[in-house]
């Protein structure tokens, strides 16, 4: 089974920039959708972005739309977070979740439900 593993997370000024990534282990990466959550301090989980199998179909939250760029190296396990121009508000725990495709279909779904393999999470923290 796929296990997930978030590294990247620190603190960072607003404006700033991280790069998260969520490796995964246990088997290859080809056949799982990948999504990315995050979770502030007293409010509801959201999504922010996901990508298909193969990295055709991307998904964000209209929040970060236009800061954050997800990608995947299915070569090399591993799903990126690229946020740039950092706001305190995207201040979280940051986690990356699976969810097995197993006919490859080119889709992915910015709600929690279907994701049922979760990484422990990285914190991001934005803050003068």
């Known amino acids: 089974q796929l296990q997930l593993v978030e590294s990247g997370g620190g603190l960072v000024q607003p404006g700033g920039s991280l790069r998260l990534s969520c490796a995964g282990s246990?088997?290859?990466?080809?056949?799982?959708?990948i999504g990315w959550f995050r979770q502030a301090p007293g409010k509801e989980r959201e999504g922010v972005s996901c990508?298909?199998?193969?990295?055709?179909?991307?998904n964000y939250a209209d929040s970060v739309k236009g800061r954050f760029t997800i990608s995947r190296d299915n070569a090399k396990n591993t799903v990126y977070l690229q946020m740039n121009s950092l706001k305190p508000e995207d201040t979280a725990v940051y986690y990356c979740?699976?969810?097995?495709?197993?006919?490859?279909?080119?889709?992915?779904?910015?709600?929690?439900?279907?994701?049922?393999?979760w990484g422990q999470g990285t914190q991001v923290t934005v803050s003068s």
């Open positions: 246990g088997c290859t990466s080809d056949y799982y959708v």
């Open positions: 990508v298909d199998t193969s990295g055709g179909i991307i």
């Open positions: 979740a699976a969810d097995w495709n197993r006919l490859r279909r080119s889709w992915c779904s910015m709600t929690s439900y279907p994701y049922d393999i």
